[in-house]
């Protein structure tokens, strides 16, 4: 979706570094989910915000941190990278309405050595 | 607890129409989803349904629903090459995340 902005689209790094994934929307959703997808294991969610104050662990928070900055953005820390967090992750924002759905950003490969 | 099924791999020739099938596991989901995953994209969400509805239909696609049996099916009418991808069913129970399931391939062949 046009409207969720990733950075950076590719990193490469080395075990034991930190390293910062960016997500921004211009949707003006509330509601911001971060999801890591490996090939056979589908979608998995790491953390997830309803709002500016608030952060919830989701299925697989170990590992990472995360920061709402302000409603329109949520970043996601690898706080010493390791290499079974190598993975293709996902921004996802969710509207709080009845029919509101989730729009995904186009995603952030990362490879940890 | 929650969870969402769906085979992992479905290959058909080109014209022909694709079915990709899910069950969930929380009767009380108000909506189901269907989203298409192209390589190297991220999810695209092509549909859903509302859960008191049995069938939707958009152009060439049709989504089938039973509540009873929390099915969820996805037709792909004269399937295209275009439509490989790998498509993922999602459930929304209440007001939580939603619960995806591992994704379908659907291969094409020409």
């Known amino acids: 979706d046009a409207d969720v902005t990733q950075t950076p689209r590719n990193r490469i790094t080395k075990t034991g570094k930190r390293i910062m994934l960016e997500c921004s929307q211009t949707k003006g959703h509330d509601r911001m989910y971060w999801y890591r997808q490996d090939p056979g294991l589908g979608l998995r969610l790491i953390y997830y915000?309803?709002?500016?104050?608030?952060?919830n662990k989701g299925e697989i928070s170990d590992g990472y941190s995360v920061s709402r900055q302000a409603q329109a953005k949520f970043s996601l820390s690898l706080e010493s990278a390791i290499p079974n967090q190598t993975a293709l992750y996902f921004c996802?924002?969710?509207?709080?309405?009845?029919?509101?759905?989730?729009?995904f950003g186009p995603g952030t490969r990362l490879t940890v050595l | 607890g929650e969870d969402v099924e769906q085979s992992l791999f479905l290959s058909v020739r080109e014209g022909d129409s694709s079915v990709i099938n899910c069950t969930y596991t929380d009767s009380s989901s108000t909506y189901l989803y269907w989203y298409k995953q192209e390589p190297g994209a991220g999810l695209q969400l092509l549909t859903y349904?509302?859960?008191?509805?049995d069938m939707k239909q958009d152009q060439r696609l049709t989504v089938l629903l039973n509540k009873k049996d929390k099915h969820l099916s996805l037709r792909i009418a004269d399937t295209q090459t275009g439509d490989s991808a790998i498509y993922f069913c999602a459930e929304r129970p209440g007001n939580t995340p939603l619960v995806f399931g591992k994704g379908t391939r659907l291969s094409v062949i020409a």
């Open positions: 349904i509302f859960s008191n509805m």
């Open positions: 996802a924002p969710m509207g709080t309405g009845c029919t509101d759905t989730q729009y």
């Open positions: 915000s309803f709002d500016v104050k608030d952060i």
